[in-house]
C-alpha cells in the first residue's frame, strides 16, 4: 500500500506560480511511474505531467515548458512546478503513482487561476 499527501494548492492570478508536493508513505519502493494529473468542472481526469522510476518525464502539450514536475528520492516526494498560470489551469490536481500491482491517488488539490 502507498499512501500520498498532497500540498501546495491555492489561488494565484494570471501569469502566476505555484508548486504542489505530493508525499508519499508505505511501500514507496514497489512505486513505477510518479505523476500529477488534473480535472477541471465538466472535464475528464487528464494526465498532466509523470516521471518513471528511472527519470523520464512526460508532459501534456498544454503545460510543456511551463510546468516542471522534479521528484526527491530522499524526502519520498514529487513535485509540480507550475509557471505562467493561464486560467484555464483551474482544477483540481491530484497526485498520482503506480505500482506493479494498482493506481493510487491523492485527495486532491484545488488550484484556481484568476484573469
Known amino acids: 500500500q502507498v499512501q500520498l499527501v498532497e500540498s501546495g494548492g491555492g489561488l494565484v492570478q494570471a501569469g502566476g506560480s505555484l508548486r504542489l508536493s505530493c508525499a508519499a508513505s508505505?511501500?514507496?519502493?514497489?512505486?513505477?511511474?510518479m505523476g500529477w494529473y488534473r480535472q477541471a468542472p465538466g472535464k475528464q481526469r487528464e494526465m498532466v505531467a509523470t516521471?518513471?522510476?528511472?527519470?523520464?518525464?512526460n508532459y501534456a502539450d498544454s503545460v510543456k515548458d511551463r510546468f516542471t514536475i522534479s521528484r526527491d528520492n530522499a524526502k519520498n516526494t514529487w513535485y509540480l512546478q507550475m509557471n505562467s498560470l493561464k486560467p484555464e489551469d483551474t482544477a483540481v490536481y491530484y497526485c498520482?503513482?503506480?505500482?506493479?500491482?494498482?493506481?493510487?491517488w491523492g485527495q486532491g488539490t484545488q488550484v484556481t487561476v484568476s484573469s
Open positions: 516521471i518513471t522510476s528511472g527519470g523520464s518525464t
Open positions: 508505505g511501500s514507496i519502493f514497489s512505486i513505477n511511474t
Open positions: 498520482y503513482c503506480n505500482t506493479r500491482y494498482r493506481d493510487y
